[in-house]
């Protein structure tokens, strides 16, 4: 299998860097055909080369506004059993309080996709884990639902499915007695599009979410997170998250 | 040798009675994992703030006396004290079969308990769930070959290297089972190399106790009084490690309040916790280690069977508690995601998680038990677990 | 062995496989034709290794981001789904439809779709930005389900 990851390599690279190319001619003006001509193909295997992540202006990002939360739960069919305790949510908002001053900011928390997940150290199975794009994920396949990661994670960001579900998402498999949570919409990233939470916070809310290439230093996340301040939450215990908050 | 131990014959009828106790609820435990298991776990007092419930507590407490209940045997042959001798080997079966029951216990709270195939087939090396797969089954070997060399006259003589060799097993295993909490960084009650020997002594507690309880049981049915020597040895050894436990405990708590990141979770636990401060103060502190630690160094009653039994008892009341408070009560207080700031959601951040045990996770893990007693009083019928009087009378 | 007890063990051998047989023709899982001309595979090569497939592609997908629909499952469903009298799909794994009819027949548990969705999604299109490259397997294939006349099968 590494063998053949390897073989992949020149392709990421070359999406890259062609990438790179890409962003200077949309400028131009050719943006649907070259990005046609951009998209991974189906066959392609991801690639290290990319690290997918997420930058969240909390500056941005208003009380109230849940458009992320609708996003995501309409994308992978999160709707739940009206049992708030045992229904899963893969992305939330928060409300922080700072104690002392009372400033609050407000904010989505999901998955962080860190680079040394502590779910996927705890996994006994190897069902979670972090792919070569920097996604964590569980493999549902080899999940036993021993919700030792749940345990592990420091974001509260997974939820163990409590009871059947029927009208799954075709891409979005997801089911009774495993261990769920955020995939970055990984169905959208193979695909050359952004996450739901991202579309419907640019679509219906603030447009504090910017999704991209953490390692390509020529996209907006890259360039935005050199130029300004950003922060990890809980980032004490060095865990490189994919997700960031700026204005936190 | 073998002609020292025999089998049990009893045909008291309270035995009997006591069998078919055993395998209904064993069965009911049984019954009530399949019905989580069809239902989802939304049936049970569990969700996605306190993931791990009772099932776990008993699993736990089952895998903890497992390796504690070596210690009459490790005695024995270990330390080659002659007196402990004869119930070597219900030492060992009683550390086999609890073990077995623990890990019935933790694979039918799994989410797909089906996929245990998957469990013994993928392994993630820095899990230490992984290696405990490990731990446990070789435990259950080492100890099986132990009990081989207790049992066939010609390995007699490899009995004591056995012994060492699953001496120092079961402490590793026991600091693997510690290791499951100690290593979880992100939660305040758990992110403490602490957590290993609390869980070794609590594990010598258990085991004791129950060995107490077990042999007692047993005896009334194979006319085999445990002598009183024995008993008081095995009492005071009980006292010393529930005194050493409450020292631990003491040194755990005092080390995390003297960080100031630990008060919230320190004034949660020890002050304003509801019923885990409750369960905390009473069960684990009180009646499961003042108590019985009293009992028996400063009271002549506490040195009598009846007494020796009680103290027992109160020890299993005592570190059940400390499982419930330790596994629940550590979950229930929510994760800091924000030091010094307070957070809100619809996820139940920020507040302290509702746990509730419900009737069928009661009815596994106490089926869990019955399970490992039931094994235990079985297999005495058909090996020659228990000490036959002749030894025990020279022993002494 | 004497030769009459041999005798004897052949007539039962020979009784039993005649009547596992035409058990077989008798039971014979029913299920409705996919679309289009062919499968993807010959028919005998997808009866006897589908599961293969499918996990070999549930691999490389899970891992790899690999997204091609020839042996996905996703495909399968997308080809082999029924729809009702009222234009409603019928879930593929309901009593008598594709996988789960001759699971049944074969008594094996169908485990995929406890997660998995058994119909294709129903008003994607409208939910993504850009109506991506994953909804356009059912569409450019032109593959055909397995024949499933009984007497088929017996004849394998
Ligand atoms: S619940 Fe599943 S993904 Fe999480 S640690 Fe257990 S096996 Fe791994």
Redesign the interface.
């Known amino acids: 299998m590494s063998l053949s990851c390897k073989s992949k390599q020149p392709d990421g690279q070359r999406r890259r860097l062609l990438g790179g190319i890409a962003g200077a001619v949309s400028l131009g003006g050719g943006f649907s055909l070259i990005e046609l001509a951009l998209a991974k193909s189906e066959d392609e295997a991801i690639s290290s080369l990319n690290r997918w992540g997420l930058l969240i202006d909390t500056a941005k990002c208003a009380s109230g506004c849940d458009a992320c939360v609708k996003g995501c739960n309409t994308e992978h069919n999160l709707e739940g059993f009206d049992r708030p305790e045992t229904d899963a949510q893969w992305i939330r908002k928060l409300e922080v309080t700072d104690r002392q001053t009372g400033h609050v900011s407000s904010l989505p928390m999901l998955c962080q996709h860190c680079e040394d997940p502590p779910c996927v150290d705890v996994c006994p199975t190897g069902a979670s884990f972090r792919r070569q794009d920097g996604v964590v994920l569980v493999d549902k396949h080899t999940c036993i639902g021993c919700r030792y990661c749940v345990m592990a994670c420091p974001y509260k960001a997974r939820s163990f499915v409590h009871e059947s579900l029927y009208n799954q998402k075709s891409y979005s498999p997801r089911g009774k007695g495993t261990v769920e949570s955020c995939t970055l919409c990984v169905h959208r990233i193979d695909d050359d599009r952004t996450p739901a939470c991202v579309e419907s916070c640019n679509r219906d809310g603030n447009g504090a979410m910017v999704f991209g290439d953490l390692n390509d230093a020529d996209s907006q996340i890259a360039k935005t997170m050199r130029d300004s301040a950003s922060r990890q939450v809980r980032e004490d215990l060095g865990l490189n998250t994919g997700v960031r908050y700026q204005n936190l | 040798m073998s002609s020292h131990f025999k089998t049990l014959q009893s045909k008291h009828i309270g035995y009997w009675m006591i069998v078919i106790l055993l395998a209904v609820m064993a069965l009911a435990g049984y019954g009530a994992a399949h019905y989580m ?1 069809v ?4 049936v049970t007092g ?4 306190v ?2 419930g009772l099932p776990h507590v008993f699993a736990i407490f089952l895998i903890l006396a497992a390796s504690g209940a070596l210690n009459v045997a490790s005695i024995s042959s270990v330390f080659g004290r002659k007196v402990y001798k004869p119930w070597s080997r219900l030492s060992a079966l009683l550390a086999v079969c609890l073990l077995v029951a623990g890990l019935i216990v933790l694979v039918l709270d ?4 089906e ?2 195939i ?2 013994m087939t ?3 090396f ?5 290696w405990n ?1 490990f731990l446990y089954t070789g435990f259950i070997l080492v100890v099986a070959g132990y009990l081989w060399t207790m049992f066939e006259r010609g390995m007699n003589h490899h009995t004591s290297k056995a012994g060492v060799f699953a001496f120092a097993w079961r402490f590793v295993l026991t600091s693997g089972t510690g290791s ?1 909490f100690g ?5 305040q009650f758990y992110d403490a190399a602490m957590m290993v020997p609390m869980f070794i002594v609590l594990s010598l507690i258990l085991g004791t106790a129950i060995f107490i309880l077990l042999s007692l049981l047993l005896a009334q049915w194979s006319q085999q009084p445990v002598l009183p020597e024995l008993l008081e040895r095995l009492a005071s050894l009980l006292a010393i490690f529930i005194v050493l436990e409450l020292f631990l405990v003491t040194v755990f708590h005092f080390t995390n309040l003297y960080a100031t990141e630990h008060h919230g979770i320190e004034r949660f636990i020890l002050i304003d916790g509801g019923i885990y401060t409750f369960i905390f103060w009473v069960g684990q502190i009180f009646l499961g280690g003042v108590v019985p630690a009293v009992l028996v160094f400063l009271s002549a009653w506490g040195q009598s069977p009846q007494g020796i039994k009680l103290v027992a008892i109160l020890a299993v009341l005592g570190a059940m508690s400390q499982l419930y408070v330790t596994i629940i009560g550590g ?1 229930a207080y929510p ?1 800091v ?2 030091p ?10 920020g507040v302290v998680a ?1 746990y509730s045990p419900s009737m069928p996770e009661l009815l596994l893990g106490v089926g869990g038990v019955a399970l490992a007693v039931l094994l235990v009083i079985l297999a005495t019928r058909i090996l020659p677990f228990m000490p036959d009087d002749r030894v025990s009378r020279s022993a002494s | 062995m004497s030769p009459g007890r041999l005798i004897l063990l052949g007539v039962c051998m020979v009784t039993a496989l005649v009547s596992a047989t035409t058990s077989a023709v008798a039971d014979a899982p029913v299920f409705p034709r996919g679309k289009g001309e062919q499968c993807v595979e010959p028919t005998q090569t997808m009866r006897k290794n589908h599961m293969k497939f499918l996990v070999h592609q549930r691999d490389d997908t899970v891992y790899q981001g690999v997204r091609t629909t020839k042996h996905s499952l996703k495909n399968c469903v997308d080809c082999h789904v029924q729809e009702d009298s009222a234009g409603q799909f019928i879930p593929i794994d309901a009593p008598g439809q594709f996988c789960q009819s001759c699971h049944e027949f074969a008594s094996v548990k169908l485990d995929c779709f406890e997660c998995h969705a058994t119909m294709p999604d129903q008003g994607h299109a409208n939910l993504g930005n850009t109506p991506g490259k994953m909804g356009s397997g059912a569409a450019s294939l032109t593959a055909h389900a397995f024949s499933t006349k009984p007497s088929d099968d017996a004849a394998q």
């Open positions: 298991e239902q989802g776990h939304w569990m969700n996605n703030q993931v791990w799994l989410g797909r308990p996929r245990l998957v469990a993928h392994y993630n820095k899990s230490i769930f992984a797969i499951i290593f979880l960084v992100a939660r979950q994760l995601l924000f010094g700031k307070e957070v809100s959601s619809t996820f139940y951040d509702q």
